[in-house]
């Protein structure tokens, strides 16, 4: 590990200008590749206090062994430089987004004597026109098949176009029409490549000005007779539909345009490009990164620009670029576009409309595919194995915690406060072992004090459970002493969950099997809370540690300093969907907890008073108010509520507390009118953990 101040630059040896910045280790390799409007100030971020640093810029800054940098006259010459650099050295800190799979694209091979209409992957090549990427080579099949009737381009290989030449016959698609077949002389070679233009002009969304013409021509031979001709016409502008139909118009303004959204965690990041055309979706896209470097939304729509449009001349880059959010400064991205375009590019946020909603679609898939990339990530044999190594490894436990089990409190500004406890053994979610908890000693908000009693509460009942059997002690076979250790019977592989004690029906028993480790939602005091409570109790057989969401520190118990794992590690990923599952649960027992108080209603204590006649009463009478002023008579007059019902309802109401007045949450002022609107929920007043 290198010390930053030993290639620290000398003041006054950094200029002030715009530049390209590369850091190397001590293998001269390039691990980091940066950009600034002032080269000066950028660098002086990196030789500060490392304790100042975020650890990703920490351990950059450890490992490399000297900087240098290159001086360009404009900030647009350092975004292209930067750009170049990346594709060269690959460097390890750079954000790097790959590919979550090959998108096929519908490909015109321009560079040729005779164009090919293909399907293509991979990188793109010189004089090849693009469409897409579809999300199915069959979606691209299925269209150009309808196409072919219209624009009938060569669609064969090599060997088959110089094999029907050589014969003087053409292959079966310039028998049925769906070839121009110029490799039989039908067509030149200017006119087939008049048809592959077309066809281009009209994947690219110059579509209704074609469709006119056709329209035009097919009223011309219908009027001059030539009813054969005006029927293939016909039969032209039918397929060019289906093919239109294909994809929906989206944008009603014919946009050209390209919507970019991202979603993110402290570890990865999924962004999804969708391409559209005329108005029209005509394909998309996503990648998925690890953040290696410290960066935020802005920064991750910058590496996506430069990554989806750093090879694309004209065209291919569209009139309107929308993203979730603007780099920092925008202006040189923007004119970068707008140079590789040849015209000017619009890159802006979506704030209403078509174009907002579309956004918010795009949005969704992003999210959609971060969490299908977790879910094949978490589902991998080989990975969980060397996650839960990795784990074991960096906290120092005997073997590895094939059942982990992780603690969250949630509250709202100290309301409502809950905890819950998710369980993951193998690596792998076990929902069915989920618990919740209501936090019962004491009101208010001490996130530290309810973990305290929630880790309490659960390895109390684990003790009773134990204690109630008497057979973990009394055994002494070898499945007995791995049952008290926690240990899975049989070998410690990964092929499946854990068996837990079971009861005298065969289910197994609440809390009875104990985790080998315990990790909390948080930093060092909540561990502490969690150790003591543990000590308290004389388990001494578990681990404990916390996550804390700030840095993804994990601390355990006694320690000044966190553990750091790599951000590579499979370790770490796995701790944090952990603590991510718990989160989510606690989150949503509050919510619903909290839902049922505020919608409480005396007649819910009501004895035998279901849903259906609840609902008769409110809406017989209008309101709660008015069925408490009701006589037992009046309330016998609602279908389906018998004098018994009516004495057992008008006696509850009689009994129960008075409801709080309404009050008007932005004057303040309090309501009398009986059928006041509900005041807002504290989720829309307060902030909720």
């Known amino acids: 590990m290198a010390d930053p101040s030993s290639y620290r630059p000398k003041p006054g040896q950094i200029p002030d200008s715009p530049g390209v910045y590369k850091f190397r280790d001590e293998h001269r390799r390039v691990i980091y590749v940066g950009k600034a409007k002032s080269l000066r100030q950028r660098l002086s971020n990196y030789f500060q206090d490392l304790a100042n640093l975020h650890p990703r810029t920490r351990t950059m800054v450890t490992t490399a062994a000297s900087v240098e940098w290159t001086v360009v006259s404009t900030e647009v010459e350092a975004l292209q430089l930067e750009y170049t650099w990346i594709k060269e050295f690959d460097p390890r800190f750079n954000v790097k987004y790959r590919d979550d799979k090959s998108y096929p ?46 624009f009938p381009v060569r669609t064969c290989s090599a060997g088959v ?17 769906k070839c121009s077949a110029p490799c039989v002389g039908r067509v030149s070679a200017e006119e087939h490549r008049e048809l592959a233009e077309e066809f281009c002009d009209f994947m690219a969304g110059r579509t209704g000005a074609y469709i006119r013409r056709l329209e035009r021509l097919m009223a011309e031979a219908a009027e001059e007779m030539e009813y054969e001709r005006a029927a293939r016409l016909r039969d032209d502008i039918e397929a060019l539909k289906r093919a239109m139909e294909k994809s929906a118009v989206v944008l009603a303004d014919a946009t050209d345009a390209d ?115 977790k879910t094949k990530r978490a589902s991998d044999l080989t990975t969980r194995s060397r996650a839960l190594e990795e784990i074991a490894e960096a906290l120092e436990l005997d073997s590895v915690p094939l059942r982990i089990e992780c603690f969250d409190i949630s509250h709202l500004q100290g ?63 070898p499945d007995a002493a791995d049952l008290v250790s926690g240990a899975v019977p049989g070998p410690a592989d990964l092929s499946g969950a854990a068996p837990g004690p079971k009861d005298e029906e065969g289910r197994p028993k609440r809390f009875a099997y104990p985790p080998q480790l315990v990790v909390v939602d948080g930093g060092r005091p909540q561990v502490a809370a969690a150790q003591r409570a543990l000590d308290e109790l004389g388990i001494d057989d578990v681990a404990v540690c916390g996550l804390a969401k700030r840095l993804e520190e994990v601390w355990v118990p006694g320690e000044e ?73 009046e309330i016998c007059e609602v279908p389906g509520v018998g004098r018994k019902t009516a004495e057992t309802v008008a006696a509850t109401l009689a009994q129960a507390a008075p409801a709080a007045p309404a009050v008007n949450t932005a004057t303040g002022e309090i309501i009398e009118d009986e059928e006041a609107p509900q005041a807002a929920l504290p989720s829309e007043q307060g902030q909720e953990r």
């Open 161 to 177: 176009f110089k094999r029907s030449a050589q014969i003087g016959r053409p292959c079966l698609l310039g028998y049925i029409g």
């Open 561 to 633: 300093d966190p553990v750091v794992l790599p951000r590579t590690s499979e370790g770490l990923y796995i701790l944090q969907r952990v603590r991510d599952e718990a989160h989510r649960f606690a989150i949503a027992y509050q919510r619903n907890k909290r839902g049922k108080r505020l919608t409480a209603s005396p007649l819910d204590s009501v004895p035998g008073l279901g849903e259906s006649r609840r609902q008769a009463l409110l809406k017989h009478f209008g309101s709660l108010k008015k069925l408490k002023g009701a006589t037992i008579e």
């Open 415 to 477: 309301e409502d406060v809950v905890a819950s406890m998710v369980v993951f053994e193998d690596g792998l979610a076990r929902k069915s072992e989920y618990r919740r908890f209501q936090i019962r000693s004491f009101e208010g908000q001490d996130d530290v004090r309810s973990m305290h009693e929630v880790i309490s509460r659960r390895f109390k009942r684990y003790l009773q459970e134990k204690q109630k059997t008497g057979e973990w002690e009394e055994e002494s076979g």
């Open 105 to 150: 694209y519908l490909a015109v091979t321009l560079n040729e004597e005779f164009p090919r209409v293909q399907v293509m992957r991979g990188a793109k090549k010189k004089g090849v026109r693009y469409f897409g990427p579809y999300g199915h080579a069959w979606a691209i099949r299925e269209t150009v098949d309808l196409m072919l009737r219209v």
């Open 259 to 373: 919507l970019i959204a991202l979603a993110e965690d402290e570890l990865e990041a999924a962004v999804q490009i969708f391409h559209v055309r005329g108005g029209r979706i005509r394909g998309q896209r996503g990648w998925v990164t690890d953040k290696v470097e410290n960066v935020d939304t802005a920064a991750l729509v910058e590496h996506a620009l430069q990554q989806l449009y750093g090879e694309e001349r004209g065209d291919a880059v569209p009139k309107e670029v929308l993203v979730p959010a603007l780099p920092d400064p925008v202006e040189p991205v923007q004119q970068w576009l707008t140079e590789r375009r040849g015209s000017n590019v619009s890159l802006r946020i979506p704030q209403r409309g078509d174009k907002k909603d579309l956004m918010a679609t795009v949005q969704r898939n992003a999210q959609q595919a971060l969490a299908l990339h």
